[in-house]
């Protein structure tokens, strides 16, 4: 089995700062889109460009991991 050695762009790299897991503004920010696009992809599919948040509270925590897979031009995989 080969691993699959995923590198993260510096720009997402700075935003995370070391986090899993970031915020639906700072999603946005790394995606350059607007928040409000991101949290209306959300509301009306589950997900955004295939990544599905994690619920905290009453935020949405974005995985790291997914949005470097997306920016990195990957197939978006949960994992």
Known sequence: MS?????????LAAIAAGRDHIQTAEFARAANRA????????????????IRPVKFGNRLLWPVSE???LLNGQEVTHG
């Open 67 to 69: 949005i470097s897979q």
């Open 35 to 50: 928040s409000q696009t991101i949290r209306k992809n959300y509301c009306l599919t589950g997900h955004c460009f295939g």
């Open 3 to 11: 691993a699959i050695v995923q590198s993260i762009p510096s720009e």
